[in-house]
């Protein structure tokens, strides 16, 4: 009985050309990975330096973030306004052809220097520089505030006025009650003038039960009102003095 003597079991070159492809394609797996991700951190690192590094700086004339452009800036004029500074005012105590001091409502005294290129009004309409007296309540706009001798741009004058519904009406006295219910008389005289609804009238426009708004001085009992001017109908409001609120108009409806 003859043997056979066992054969040794060694690797067969198929299996062993199938591991070495296995092992090749795992390494070149690995490789890929790699490098994309050395790839993906370059690319944010280049972008980081990018974003880094751009400008954020705003055009010309354009504005800050929350803030205000230069030339908007040196546009404005004195505290914030926009040409002439803001208005201060009070009541005349002294004035001449060259300078006017006013006490404002603190009790301080200022004096603002009137040139030819001051411009005045009185209750709206166009005045000159000899309707200034001492007594008079003005709105005062400076040039520069802030200047040593400080020059009016434009002086406004408030004169007293007083409003209401007609009550009685005489030849040169007028009763209305006003808004509070209180009756207020108006003196007229031949120099007084008249509107009616914004146009040129006569007294015959003043009427029981109409509206009027009369404008003048305050006469020497020192609560009637000594009148230039009576609108009828829709009256010229007034121009609030400086530090206080515009008086009550008569409503601009004619009954």
Known sequence: MSEHPTASRTASPTNSRTDSRTDSRTTHRLRTTVAAAV???????????????TSTTPAPGAPAP??????????????????????????????????????????????????????????GQVARQSDLAVGQRVSVRLVDPAATSPVAASVDIHSPHLGGTVTSDGATTIVVTDPDGFHRTIHTSGATSYTDNGQSASSSAVVTGRRVNAIGSIDAN?????????????????????????PSAAPTTTP
């Open 39 to 53: 790839v993906g951190i370059t690319l944010g690192g280049v972008g980081a330096a990018y974003a880094s590094t």
């Open 66 to 123: 929350g803030g205000t452009s230069a030339g908007q800036a040196a546009s404005r004029g004195p505290k914030g306004g926009h040409g002439h500074g803001q208005k201060g005012g009070g009541v005349i105590s002294a004035v001449s052809s060259s300078a006017l001091t006013y006490a404002g409502p603190a009790g301080t005294t200022r004096t603002a220097a009137l040139n030819g290129s001051t411009t005045y009004t009185r209750d």
């Open 222 to 246: 020192g609560t009637d009102l000594d009148a230039t001017r009576v609108d009828v109908g829709t009256p010229t409001r007034p121009t609030p003095p400086v530090g206080g609120t515009a």
